[in-house]
């Protein structure tokens, strides 16, 4: 909720600043626009591959930090404390990007439910869902694909296992029923697949169909990946947001027709698969199925995107990595707007002028951001 809030101040100084969007109680009390406008993206979870958690030294160490930036500041009472750690303790010193795997909930008005993926992310949504006592619910779960980061929090899934409730599984592999039992089978696991109480059922699409849930439109997108990705387009009223993960953008993305970027066109906002550098993508970990910052900034520029939000961290990477590796992000972002500043139009060999991402950050667990 504090992130939500804190991130619902920054969008309104963002787009007020933009001049583009007024902040949304403004909007809906001069009506604007109505409430289908909107979409809350929360992220459950956004490291990539395994489950991580911080060690009890890492741990340590933030506290440690935090003590030593507290040095000789006026923290007597808990809310000088809190608003020290809110607005001052940088992000690595007094949070952490998290370590569930992939699992985005997008909050729509309908009371239906929409989530992407189902990585260990999956059981602390489920968690709040048993903790606000909500019954009698329908789960519309699209899968990215079946590896098993993105299936794992599956059987944790607390809704599953509660009569009344119905989960329909979408994706665009096929045998996504068996593949979810098999994960559920001995020995790899104690509870069986037919103990979910709720009403489980399944639903293939495919690239060009339309999928109408939740009060939105939701497309898919065949993307570069081992066995096959899918990514999804979420629209409703004027908002877009693109779920994009585990996919690997090439050479061929430089190239002037590449359908992806048309996929993505003018979204709000880009969840897009970055747990890599550029050297590190065109390196060892090249056929990995994965993609750079430096790709995800220069398709989100060419897709005239809005926000570009890196999911799916590397496993390896520290808070303290996560930081710099956003900050070498902002910088090829920066350098490249000053390169469009310069272009000259009309001029054989010079660069097209473009638009460019608003802002580049990145998701971790426990981020909401309301459009
Ligand atoms: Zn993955
Ligand atoms: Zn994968």
């Known amino acids: 909720m504090m992130a939500e809030i804190g991130f619902f101040k920054l969008r309104y100084a963002q787009m007020k600043s933009m001049g583009k969007w007024d902040c949304k109680n403004s909007l809906e009390t001069k009506g604007w626009v109505d409430w289908q406008e909107f979409m809350k993206v929360h992220f459950k979870g956004t490291r990539g591959s395994i489950p991580t958690a911080p060690t009890a030294l890492e741990t340590r160490e933030k506290v440690v930090a935090a003590l030593l930036a507290a040095r000789g500041k006026d923290l007597r009472s808990e809310g000088q404390i809190r608003e020290f750690v809110e ?3 940088p992000f690595q010193h007094g949070a952490t990007y998290g ?4 699992c985005v909930h997008v909050e729509t008005d309908s009371d239906e439910c929409l989530i992407f993926d189902g990585g260990s ?3 602390p949504f489920g968690n ?5 006592g909500l019954t009698n619910k329908t789960f519309h779960l699209f899968l990215s694909h079946l590896h098993y980061d993105h299936i794992q929090g599956i059987p944790f899934f607390f809704p599953a296992y509660q009569p009344g409730n119905k989960i329909i599984i979408h994706g665009g592999h096929d045998g996504v029923e068996n593949a979810l039992r ?19 059922s399944f639903k293939k699409h495919s690239p060009g169909d ?41 050479n061929e993305a430089l190239s002037h027709k590449y359908p992806y970027v048309d996929f993505i066109r003018g979204a709000n906002l880009l969840i897009f698969d970055a747990p890599y ?6 390196g060892n970990r090249e056929d990995w199925g994965h993609s750079s910052n430096v790709m995800g900034v220069e398709l989100a520029a060419r897709g005239e995107i809005e926000t570009l939000a890196l999911f799916h961290h590397d496993p390896s990477t520290s808070d303290e990595d996560m930081i710099k590796f956003l900050a070498h992000t902002k ?6 707007k000053i390169m469009v500043k310069e272009t000259r139009p009309g001029i054989p060999g010079s660069l097209a002028p473009r638009a460019h991402p608003y802002d580049v950050i990145l998701a971790y667990d426990g981020l909401s951001l309301e459009f």
Do not use: W
């Open 99 to 102: 370590g569930n795997t992939p």
């Open 331 to 336: 910088k090829f972002l920066e350098r490249s």
């Open 277 to 282: 550098t550029h050297s590190q993508s065109i």
């Open 121 to 123: 992310g999956l059981r």
């Open 182 to 200: 098999e994960q559920m089978k001995p020995p790899f696991f104690p509870i069986s697949f037919d103990m979910f109480g709720a009403e489980i």
């Open 87 to 89: 607005k001052q303790l």
């Open 128 to 132: 709040e869902i048993k903790e606000q």
């Open 210 to 250: 339309v999928v109408e849930v939740c009060g939105t439109r939701i497309t898919l997108f065949e993307q570069d990946h081992p066995g096959t990705s899918y990514g999804y387009r979420i629209e409703s009223g004027g908002t877009s947001i693109v779920y994009s993960t585990d996919a690997e953008h090439r």
